[in-house]
């Protein structure tokens, strides 16, 4: 169940993702903050074609117009108050274009279990699908949650906790939260560890299972198809090794389990679950 969970929020995420690269990004409305880099041209004007970084003021310094306050200021805006300042002093009609080449200010950090960990561009209004769908997305290795950081005025942090399933699967847009300037976005990793199940089972074998979420000798069992009909459902046996890595064997009852007389048992990683054949 839970492998079949993990391919369809990946075929969602995927999806999602091939949906926004078609979609011109860079068309939002940007606003312009410290440590951006912008490469400047002002035609005409050979001195004024620099390449700058705003400064932690929020601030740029250019020939002939000295230190000027770009930050919260969008491209187009940044453009205008330029050919402003230079129409007053040396130019007429002056053409002048803005290009950022690194967008700093504005980052959210994607980390954990997605195809593409790193730092991602926070352009205009972005959700938590959005920035995972452009980080490519989750992996098979994520666990259950999406955690994400986010650092308050005060300077502290808090965490803020998200279930895939809910957000995902029942498309709960609550948790789909817009993400803020430094967000640390993590995806858990949640490893795939292995149960397996022998003997009179409709389909014996290996069953992948997710580390955090290991299930039970009932859960296994029917995992692995349900018993067979020749299965002698009151002789399993568990094969272990326990903690000084000596081998051990735990006889169940599983028809006691299934009635209720006695407890399920919770198995462990690279358990074998052997099942007998019933003797007539």
Do not use: C
């Amino acid at each position: 169940m839970k492998k079949s969970l993990t391919a369809v929020v990946l075929i969602f995420i995927f999806s999602y993702a091939s949906l926004l690269s078609g979609q011109e990004e860079r068309s939002l409305e940007y606003k312009i903050g410290p440590q951006d880099l912008l490469e400047i041209a002002v035609f005409g004007l050979d001195e004024m074609n620099k390449t700058v970084r705003v400064s932690e003021d929020g601030n740029i310094t250019l020939p002939l117009l000295g230190e000027i306050e770009v930050k919260d200021l969008t491209k187009s805006q940044l453009e205008q108050r330029l050919a402003r300042l230079l129409e007053e002093k040396y130019l007429q009609n002056p053409q002048v274009t803005i290009f950022i080449r690194e967008y700093q200010s504005k980052r959210v950090s994607i980390l954990g279990a997605v195809s593409e960990p790193g730092r991602y561009e926070l352009l205009g209004r972005q959700t938590l699908l959005h920035m995972i769908a452009q980080a490519g997305g989750m992996t098979n290795e994520a666990g259950d949650e999406i955690i994400v950081v986010r650092e308050k005025e005060d300077g502290t942090s808090k965490s803020l906790r998200i279930s895939i399933d809910d957000l995902v699967l029942k498309g709960d847009p609550s948790l789909n939260i817009p993400l803020e300037p430094g967000d640390i976005v993590n995806v858990p990793i949640d490893m795939v560890v292995h149960i397996y199940v022998f003997g009179q089972v409709n389909s014996p074998g290996a069953i992948e299972v997710k580390k955090s979420n290991l299930p039970t000798l009932i859960q296994a069992i029917a995992q692995a198809g349900g018993f067979s009909e020749r299965a002698a459902k009151g002789r399993v046996v568990i094969k272990r090794k326990n903690e000084e890595g000596v081998d051990e064997e735990i006889k169940v009852n599983v028809k006691a389990v299934m009635r209720g007389s006695k407890e399920d048992i919770q198995l462990e990683e690279n358990d074998i679950v052997f099942v007998p054949e019933t003797i007539f």
